[in-house]
């Protein structure tokens, strides 16, 4: 039986901003630049009292909690203190799998310190992390990778939830189905749509209708729903995609996008030269000012090999946009994917980890 925690920083950035200022604690922080265009990075507790969330526009977060103490994003000190926290993992595991800076999956099912339980690693971790860099993080104890996740947020902030394997499905037949990984916004309205709500009803639904109404996805949902998941921490993430790009201080045309779009190419090639694989998709991504997004893809026989070929590639996705010539458009981007199979360099950018990243074979204990 596998041992997985998954740790969580609780309300990271706002809580790096008020442990290095003293007068904001207790107050409601927003990280985010002001403006129309930007958007809430973080929100500290105190904030999230009046509904400010993450992802939010800057200017409704300022409506909603008109004393908001607003903080301008500092991304390399987040990144400094991201780093410590790896140090503080690597000291009971090597197998971790970083989905942000401020969170990660660790496999414990034999630890380095020779804790005798994953719980002991998790209280280990959440006391060094308050000890050293005087901030708190949540942790969920689970035999599988997307249990333990929803089990960090059980019992937020600076909390520690456990789910044993015996309690695994009682622990999900409450939850709302659209708590399972993949299940979003449209996929609940689906199961809305055949009464099912909770995971629970979604586990009395026999394998084969699901199946039959959403493919493989359905076989998919039937073992969320079941508790199964067999998915590895995984130490070494490989890049998919590789992409640049801007929100406009105000709308634009198409026809305007021209200058963006050859700018977005040239700093989308000056990344690619630093990755050893070789994309075979150039894409260009548009989201109008009503925010209904678009993209446009394209994998050529013979892929762009400069800037200004990439940006030629680009403008010729942007001649296949058909919509009113009078839509205007908020934002840009560029990128390349669907990298070629070569071997590529372990990728464990987000936390910047100098360290060698290590096998997916556990450690001897």
Known sequence: MR??????????????????????????????WKGARSV????????????VRSAMPAIRAERLCPQAVFVPPDFARYKAVS??????????????????????????????????????????IRASIREELSLTASAGIAPNKFVAKIASDHRKPDGLFVVRPERVLSFLTPL???????????????????????????????????????????????ELARGIDD???????????????DTFSEDHFLDELGPTITRLAERV??????????????????KTSDFQTLTRSLSPEAMPTSAQS???????????????????FRLVGVGLAHFDDAAPSPQDALFRADAAVASDSPRPC
């Open 231 to 245: 998915e590895p921490v995984v130490p070494s993430r490989v890049r998919q995609s590789i992409s640049s790009e």
């Open 3 to 32: 041992k997985i925690v998954h740790i969580d920083m609780d309300a990271f950035y706002a809580s790096v901003e008020q442990r290095d200022d003293p007068a904001l604690r207790g107050k409601p922080v927003v990280v985010a």
């Open 176 to 222: 709302p189905a659209a708590r399972l990984p993949g299940v979003g916004q449209v996929m609940a309205e689906k199961l809305a749509a055949l009464a099912i709500h909770t995971v629970g009803e979604l586990r009395a639904v026999p394998t084969p209708l699901l199946v039959h109404k959403f493919g493989r996805w359905g076989l998919k949902l039937a």
């Open 310 to 328: 990439l940006a030629e590639v680009a403008l010729a996705l942007r001649d296949r946009v058909d919509l009113p010539p009078r839509t205007r």
């Open 40 to 51: 809430v990075c973080a929100a500290s507790y105190e904030a999230r009292k009046f509904g």
């Open 83 to 124: 780093k410590h926290v790896r140090e503080i993992l690597e000291r009971h595991t090597d197998l971790i799998e970083p989905l942000s800076l401020d969170e990660a999956y660790l496999d414990v099912s034999c630890n380095k310190q020779g804790l005798a339980t994953a719980t002991e690693v998790a209280q280990a």
């Open 269 to 286: 090639w000056a990344l690619a030269q630093r990755e050893p694989r070789r994309a075979r998709t150039v894409q260009l991504k548009l």
